[in-house]
């Protein structure tokens, strides 16, 4: 791809320049470099990869830009003022071809809710009497923690422990394991 051609991820770029110049780097520095890490390898991919990154970059920065924004409201003394440079983000808040606004807009209200189900589930679905290694007792006391500590990274991890359950179905699905091959005594040759 030539240089001088705008890329798909030269607007991810442009908006997280303008973040880190607006404070980014002090409200969340671990989101901010991440961001930055894959809008820099993502333009060693090709075309169809930046783009498909360029639409996956745009909720991160856009979620981004509502902390710098709560966490500016919050330290400033002037509530009414809103960067000059904040206009870079607004292409990358237009909703992907054929989804609607109000859809993107709920898309972490329902991803929230459904943690939400998914823990009741769990905890409806814990055994009376676990023991205190029982692996359905530990995850719920995982979740329940997770929950009040780090309710960020809940959806992710829940995700993460459903790829889990599924292999271990799809492992368990398959052919039954065979028995452990057993020893068999050798007779000595008498001869």
């Given at each position: 791809?030539?240089?001088?051609e705008p890329g ?26 991440r961001l930055d ?134 492992r368990g699905a ?18």
């Amino acid at each position: 791809m030539n240089s001088a051609e705008p890329g798909p991820l030269d607007a991810a770029a442009q908006a997280l320049a303008a973040l880190r110049d607006h404070g980014a780097a002090n409200v969340d520095p671990v989101t901010l470099a991440r961001l930055d890490a894959t809008v820099r390898r993502g333009r060693q991919q090709d075309t169809a990869v930046q783009q498909w990154l360029a639409v996956r970059l745009a909720d991160a920065l856009a979620a981004l830009q509502a902390q710098v924004a709560q966490h500016r409201t919050v330290t400033s003394s002037d509530k009414e003022a809103k960067p000059a440079a904040w206009h870079v983000l607004a292409p990358l808040r237009t909703p992907p071809a054929g989804e609607l606004r109000s859809a993107q807009r709920l898309r972490p209200t329902l991803a929230r809710v459904r943690v939400q189900r998914q823990i009741a589930r769990a905890q409806a679905r814990q055994p009376d009497n676990p023991g205190p290694l029982n692996s359905e007792h530990l995850l719920v006391r995982a979740l329940q923690q997770m929950q009040t500590l780090a309710p960020a990274y809940l959806g992710p991890f829940i995700t993460q422990v459903e790829a889990l359950l599924w292999l271990d179905s799809a492992r368990g699905a398959g052919a039954a394991p065979a028995d452990p091959p057993r020893a068999t005594a050798r007779r000595k040759k008498t001869g």
